[in-house]
């Protein structure tokens, strides 16, 4: 098995279980973490705040179940579904905030992480804004077509 999953199958580990700061000794000092809408975090100081805490924050029974990791040198593929149900207030890492719907939420999500020298330097996190807007009450759900 390669570092890199290593790494990542740890990191899903401890992120599960919460340790803020052993799945933070996971990635490197200057991270980037990108995902849909533009949103951008730089650096593990923000990341622990911007996207850690304020997604258990948002969901503390969240979880992270994984469907498949795939492993090619420096860069892991992970295929999964994030679970939680929104009871605290959820903070996107732009400021922006959307108070407890108390609803549940349960959608697939894709990242591709690079880890250099056994850390995680970047994430690029994919999955559908309105399926999730949708599943937390936000949203209305779409219609349906009649075939």
Do not use: C
């Not at 690029?124 to 209305?140: C, I």
């Amino acid at each position: 098995m390669s570092v890199a999953k290593r790494v990542l199958e740890e990191a899903i580990e401890l992120w599960n279980s919460g340790d803020r700061e052993g799945w933070a000794a996971l990635y490197d000092e200057n991270v980037v973490w990108e995902a849909p809408g533009g949103a951008r975090i730089s650096g593990l100081g923000d990341l622990k705040v911007k996207y850690f805490d304020a997604l258990l924050e948002a969901a503390p029974d969240r979880v992270s179940v994984v469907d498949s990791l795939f492993a090619e040198g420096d860069l892991v593929a992970e295929e999964g579904r994030y679970r939680g149900t929104h009871t605290g207030t959820w903070r996107n890492p732009d400021g922006a905030e959307i108070p407890p719907t108390g609803q549940s939420v349960d959608f697939p999500f894709s990242a591709i992480f690079r880890v250099e020298n056994g850390k995680i330097a970047s994430i690029r996190l994919y999955y559908d804004q309105l399926e999730v807007l949708t599943q937390l009450g936000l949203m209305p759900a779409p219609a349906r077509a009649e075939v």
